[in-house]
């Protein structure tokens, strides 16, 4: 039985080996493809929802001197950027993909995507795995915040 959700059954792959894992998968996704690959994409994308959750704060509480009468809307400052500044993300976030797919698709350890895992390294096991559980938590709880945030921002069109 899910450690998670005690009235379901445990799927095969979620036998507890990897960190964060209390056998939740009540739509069978760990059953679709490679455990580690899914993890690498759920760091990722808690880490940019990590750093969304702090731009929907700073974008509402602090403004660039002569830039106050801009958006605090993130959805309005997207149609106040130029095209161009869209672009240059867009490349910048390609780029720095193609540089890890290889190492996203081949690791054995999720959280080893090139940059500061050398500090993982260098502490104990039972440290590292406290840290990276700190890590993936705080990221799962990021990536409900920021569609939360969203929400709210879509239907009332500001964020308080």
């Not at 069978?28 to 580690?36: K, P």
């Not at 959280?111 to 990276?132: C, H, P, Q, V």
Request: hydrophobic share 45%; aromatic share 8%; glycine share 10%.
């Amino acid at each position: 039985m899910s450690k998670s959700l005690p009235f379901l059954e445990k799927p095969e792959k979620l036998d507890g080996s990897m960190i964060g894992d209390v056998g939740f998968d009540p739509m069978g996704l760990s059953n679709q493809g490679d455990l580690t690959y899914m993890r690498a994409a759920e760091i990722k994308h808690g880490r940019v929802a990590m750093l969304a959750t702090v731009g929907f704060f700073v974008a509402n509480f602090m403004h660039i001197p002569g830039m106050a009468g801009k958006a605090g809307n993130p959805f309005d400052a997207l149609s106040e950027v130029p095209l161009a500044a869209h672009l240059q993300v867009l490349f910048l976030i390609g780029t720095i993909e193609f540089i890890h797919l290889n190492k996203t698709f081949t690791s054995d350890e999720p959280w080893d995507l090139g940059w500061g895992s050398d500090r993982l390294n260098s502490m104990t096991k039972e440290k590292a795995d406290e840290l990276k559980l700190k890590e993936l938590k705080n990221g799962r709880l990021a990536m409900i915040a920021t569609v939360g945030m969203a929400v709210q921002t879509a239907l009332f069109g500001k964020l308080f």
